[in-house]
Nanobody, 123 residues
């Protein structure tokens, strides 16, 4: 059973930076997709960024140029570097794992989820 634990959330002012981490334990296929999703109060969960086992990345338009997803395969850890944060980036951020080339816009494609870490950006 795959387990995912996020960390690194917090409160920052607009323009600030945060780096989220997601530690994975348990077996995973050689071919997979890992991703970050977020959910703001009263809104649906949305895909932020994904990275496949071959290093292919995708980003939501709203975060392109500001966020960077990366992974350390040896440490089984996923990261999300978030720069130039905006108040609209506020939300609970979730780490997720799914099959290779999982649809980055479909949370239903991802079978394993962490508990989330809160990110709050004030103006």
């Amino acid at each position: 059973q795959v387990q995912l634990v996020e960390s690194g959330g917090g409160s920052v002012q607009s323009g600030g930076s945060l780096k989220l981490s997601c530690a994975r334990s348990g077996p995973i296929l050689d071919a997979y997709t890992m991703g970050w999703f977020r959910q703001a109060p009263g809104k649906e969960r949305e895909g932020v960024a994904t990275i496949d086992s071959d290093g292919t990345t995708t980003y939501a338009e709203s975060v392109k140029g500001r966020f960077t997803i990366s992974q350390d395969k040896a440490m089984a850890t996923l990261y999300l570097q978030m720069n130039t944060l905006k108040p609209e980036d506020t939300g609970m951020y979730y780490c997720a794992a799914g099959p290779f080339r999982a649809n980055p816009y479909s949370s239903g494609d991802f079978a394993f989820w962490g508990q989330g870490t809160q990110v709050t950006v004030s103006s």
